[in-house]
């Protein structure tokens, strides 16, 4: 299991870039609304929802904002009907990408991505192409700094986790889709904080890339699609050496 915190920490070293860019409320608004019409209202009892909010207060996004797309998930707030679409694709070097988008209005969004693939040279693959190569995941990240690795270890596997490992400066905790909410429910309850907590998609194998200008090109796209209005998340096999990506986020 080794290795998967890294496309997230790619986006971590971009998040604070991210959050500036106004679209992050709406982005944030829809995963609530999707994670609420398919669970319950209550924090307390979706941990999917409970992270959404933590995600939501760390970028000040609005108390009124959270109540408002809370109440469209559960149709007390009018609101569009939101569909999600799925892109696979390669950018250059063959690096792995998936594109998932929540949209109320299917021609614009798949218009718009598929121009930002043909900008940037990129080609969108048949359904299940990519896909395959990646596998659904629960994943939360713990600070390693003020955490003690056997307790939480201990903790989390009796919760139900499959792997945990040591990256970098965090913890990776590893669930089957199934595992995710007991696991992070144990985690709540014991006053653990995650750095980050989702069910998300991680490549069965990684795209090394250390050259700088396509790594930097690379991230250039990634971030142009992760812009789109429609688009809320975009998952990569793209591995970057650390020092690299470090002068990159400067």
């Given at each position: 299991?080794?290795?998967?915190?890294?496309?997230a920490?790619?986006?971590?070293?971009?998040?604070?870039?991210d959050?500036?860019?106004?679209?992050?409320?709406?982005?944030?608004?829809k995963?609530i609304m999707?994670?609420v019409?398919?669970?319950?209202?209550?924090?307390?009892?979706?941990?999917?929802?409970?992270?959404l909010?933590?995600?939501?207060?760390?970028?000040?996004?609005?108390?009124?904002?959270?109540?408002?797309a809370?109440?469209?998930?559960t149709g007390?707030l009018?609101?569009?009907?939101?569909?999600e679409?799925?892109?696979e694709?390669f950018?250059?070097?063959?690096?792995?990408l998936?594109?998932?988008?929540?949209?109320?209005?299917?021609?614009?969004?798949?218009?718009?991505?598929?121009?930002?693939f043909?900008?940037?040279?990129?080609?969108?693959a048949?359904?299940?192409?990519?896909?395959r190569?990646f596998?659904?995941?629960?994943?939360?990240?713990?600070?390693?700094?003020?955490?003690?690795?056997?307790?939480?270890?201990?903790?989390?596997?009796?919760?139900?986790?499959?792997?945990?490992?040591?990256?970098?400066?965090q913890?990776?905790?590893?669930?089957?889709?199934?595992?995710?909410?007991a696991v992070?429910?144990?985690?709540?309850?014991?006053?653990?904080t995650?750095?980050?907590?989702?069910?998300t998609?991680?490549p069965?194998?990684w795209?090394?890339?250390?050259?700088?200008?396509?790594?930097?090109?690379?991230?250039?796209?990634?971030e142009?699609?992760?812009e789109l209005?429609?688009?809320?998340?975009?998952?990569?096999?793209?591995?970057?050496?650390?020092?690299?990506?470090?002068?990159?986020?400067?």
């Amino acid at each position: 299991m080794s290795g998967h915190s890294k496309w997230a920490n790619i986006k971590h070293k971009k998040g604070a870039a991210d959050a500036r860019k106004g679209r992050v409320f709406s982005k944030i608004a829809k995963e609530i609304m999707i994670v609420v019409a398919s669970g319950d209202k209550d924090p307390s009892a979706n941990p999917a929802l409970r992270t959404l909010i933590q995600k939501a207060r760390a970028v000040n996004m609005p108390a009124d904002n959270i109540d408002r797309a809370i109440k469209r998930g559960t149709g007390e707030l009018q609101g569009a009907r939101l569909e999600e679409i799925m892109f696979e694709g390669f950018a250059g070097g063959g690096v792995a990408l998936i594109v998932q988008a929540l949209t109320d209005n299917r021609n614009r969004t798949v218009a718009e991505v598929r121009h930002a693939f043909t900008l940037h040279g990129a080609n969108l693959a048949g359904q299940g192409q990519v896909m395959r190569t990646f596998q659904r995941k629960g994943q939360i990240l713990v600070a390693a700094e003020g955490t003690d690795e056997d307790k939480l270890m201990e903790l989390a596997l009796e919760a139900g986790a499959e792997d945990m490992r040591r990256e970098g400066d965090q913890f990776e905790i590893i669930t089957e889709p199934a595992q995710y909410p007991a696991v992070a429910e144990a985690l709540h309850k014991a006053g653990i904080t995650a750095v980050s907590s989702e069910i998300t998609l991680l490549p069965l194998n990684w795209m090394s890339v250390a050259n700088k200008e396509k790594a930097a090109a690379l991230l250039r796209f990634i971030e142009e699609l992760e812009e789109l209005d429609d688009v809320q998340n975009v998952y990569s096999n793209l591995d970057i050496p650390s020092e690299l990506l470090e002068s990159l986020s400067k």
